[in-house]
């Protein structure tokens, strides 16, 4: 049970700082491009995480500012839920299933989140 | 006002609403909203969009301190998660169909509460409950803490009321763009008895993943503009940050009575501009 609880905080240490420091350095980075060449606001990115990720990464090419502050936002979107599928995966090596479940369940409502916004429910 | 200069002025926002937001122990979503419906005059979906993300960054960045020490009650977190997310799924998709007015009065409510919460003693109960419900035996959530080399057991009670208001603070967090701290840790410090120093960390973690629920929907339906949302998020971290520092040199009850006071204020001005459009 200890290798458990010991793999489950080196997971999440490991998944928080690197989200972290990756989305600040490509915050640091969008917005010194910004301050750099913005005269006005680029439009809002919508759709599903795979479409903005998509859309980011052939603006990107051409180092617009905005497709690093878009790939910024998911990265920091995708963090409290690769939280939850560590818990998931650490409750299932357990054999704990009902939190295994649980955890899928929230994971489950998270996503639903994103898909509800992109068809505008 | 150039693009550029109003961009640099919503990131010193941002950092002045991470210190705040530490500070006061309100959160940094309580000073943002505000900050950019009241003087930018961005429309209030937007400015809960961006806030919402700034709420996921101050969380991800302040979680760190607390992995490892044991403090977070996992098990109590996942339940009580499912009605957070399930009640800010629905705060989401109503946000979007009620008028802003009603929002900012909302808000105002809202806000005026934490602010006065904020002058009330702070709740600091070691041992927490000394039994444990049937429900909450069946879902395992009594645990136990180490605090000053001693291991501190505690039992779990109101597992129903606690779970109705989580979809509470839910709902609110995604209507209104702010963490919901406060609301978490009344159900968990006060109704389900875990002791103050576990309903914090248990609510740091709970606090992220609601937002992220929320988020998702205000992110795909296209309520994030990325430069605004990239200066408030590197502020409210900053901020954050150097809130935490504070916190351990300056007269922090003093200083805590005097931003709620303000934010009083503030509360005021959003129920104004709800109920009379000023």
């Given at each position: 049970m200890n290798q458990l609880v010991r793999e489950r905080r080196l997971l999440n240490t490991w998944i928080l700082r690197t989200s972290i420091g990756a989305c600040l350095l490509l915050i640091m980075v969008g917005l010194a491009m910004f301050f750099l060449h913005g005269v006005r606001l680029p439009e809002p990115p919508r759709g599903s995480l795979w479409e903005i990720l998509r859309q980011a990464i052939r603006r990107g090419v051409r180092l617009h500012s905005d497709a690093f502050l878009d790939v910024a936002i998911v990265v920091l979107l995708l963090t409290p839920m690769a939280r939850l599928l560590a818990g998931v995966y650490v409750s299932a090596r357990a054999r704990d299933w009902l939190y295994a479940g649980i955890g899928l369940l929230v994971l489950a409502l998270v996503v639903s989140g994103v898909i509800a916004g992109q068809f505008g429910i | 006002m150039s693009v550029t200069l109003i961009v640099a002025v919503i990131l010193m926002g941002g950092l002045a609403g991470g210190v705040v937001g530490s500070l006061t122990g309100l959160g940094g979503g309580f000073v943002i909203v505000p900050l950019l419906t009241?003087?930018?005059?961005?429309p209030i979906s937007e400015a809960v969009g961006v806030s919402l993300l700034g709420i996921i960054a101050t969380s991800t960045g302040s979680a760190p301190r607390f992995?490892?020490?044991?403090?977070?009650?996992m098990r109590a977190a996942l339940f009580l998660q499912i009605a957070a997310s399930s009640g800010a799924l629905a705060g989401a998709m109503v946000a979007h169909h009620l008028p802003a007015r009603l929002l900012f009065a909302v808000f105002g409510i809202v806000l005026g509460y934490s602010a006065i919460m904020a002058f009330m003693p702070q709740h600091s109960d070691?041992?927490?409950?000394?039994y444990s419900s049937p429900l909450a035996k069946r879902l395992r959530l009594a645990s136990s803490y180490k605090f000053g080399g001693e291991r501190i057991d505690y039992q779990v009670v109101g597992v129903i009321p606690g779970f109705g208001i989580m979809i509470g603070a839910g709902f609110l967090s995604a209507l209104l763009?702010?963490?919901s701290g406060a609301f978490k840790v009344l159900a968990m410090d006060?109704?389900?008895?875990?002791p103050f120093r576990v309903s914090t960390a248990t609510s740091n973690f709970m606090i992220g993943v609601t937002a992220a629920t929320s988020a998702g929907f205000y992110l795909s339906h296209g309520d994030v503009q990325p430069v605004t949302a990239g200066a408030v998020i590197l502020g409210m971290i900053t901020g954050g940050y150097v809130g935490s520092h504070l916190v351990k040199s300056l007269p922090v009850a003093i200083m805590r009575k005097v931003f709620a006071a303000v934010i009083l204020l503030v509360a005021l001005q959003m129920l104004l501009k709800g109920v009379f459009n000023l």
């Open positions: - | 009241l003087v930018f005059h961005i992995v490892g020490t044991g403090l977070s009650n070691f041992a927490g409950a000394r763009g702010i963490g006060r109704v389900m008895k875990l």
